[in-house]
């Protein structure tokens, strides 16, 4: 049962262009949620994170939007650069179950230059 | 400043032996996270440990998995009697506080490779 699902394994987006990365989970208790950029053989690096009693989180080039109704969140890169080109994964936590991260199973952006 | 490291980055074994992982958190963290990650996978959670504790083990599998964090020292994972289905990408994560709105930080992670 996966909790937190991201499910476009892939996008590609034009340098310049903005890229949307969206994630859905289920579980209803989660009320933290992070954003990792991950390239390979290398570790997620964090990107930007919301906390369930907001709807928006800016940073930089980077934005979070959070659908509490819709259990749904979505990142938000403008604009993008060939350098943002990697597998992002969407993470959830819940204060009631400590610090465990779910994670879900990562979308690959590739930017065109 | 250095981040989470984790020794070594590629391990080889072969069926039957064991595999111990390293973890060495960021300074001033004392919370340690592992997680796997299986090719073309997110990563799952494995265990969560504080000094000399084991906070959350949910995660690990019941038989041959398990985890310290010594009060000196790295924390290691170590697999006994390793099957090829444990090939995998082990990331460790740090963080300093408890609490779900928290962030943590990635080593570069363990590619264990059985043969």
């Known amino acids: 049962d996966q909790q937190v699902k991201q499910n476009s394994p892939s996008l590609s987006v034009q340098e310049g262009r903005i890229s949307i990365l969206n994630c859905d989970y289920t579980n209803s208790m989660f009320d933290y949620f992070l954003w990792y950029k991950k390239y390979p053989a290398e570790g997620p690096t964090f990107l930007i994170s919301i906390s369930s009693i907001k709807d928006k989180n800016e940073d930089g080039r980077f934005t979070v939007f959070l659908n509490k109704s819709a259990k749904h969140l979505s990142l938000h890169i403008v604009p993008s650069q060939p350098g943002d080109s990697a597998v992002y994964f969407c993470?959830?936590?819940?204060?009631?179950?400590?610090?465990?991260?779910?994670f879900g199973g990562g979308t690959r952006l590739m930017v065109k230059p | 400043n250095a981040g989470v490291m984790q020794n070594p980055r590629h391990l080889v074994r072969r069926r039957g032996q064991e595999a111990r992982l390293r973890c060495s958190p960021m300074k001033g963290h004392s919370h340690v996270y592992w997680y796997r990650q299986l090719p073309e996978e997110g990563l799952k959670f494995m265990v969560y440990l504080q000094k000399e504790n084991i906070i959350d083990e949910s995660g690990m599998p019941k038989e041959r998995f398990s985890a310290e964090f010594p009060k000196e020292g790295p924390s290691i994972l170590r697999i006994q009697q390793v099957v090829r289905g444990d090939s995998a990408a082990y990331f460790c994560?740090?963080?300093?506080?408890?609490?779900?709105?928290?962030?943590?930080?990635f080593g570069p992670g363990t590619r264990l490779t059985v043969l």
């Open positions: 994560a740090s963080s300093m506080f408890w609490g779900s709105e928290n962030e943590q930080f």
């Open positions: 993470a959830a936590s819940a204060s009631n179950a400590g610090n465990m991260l779910t």
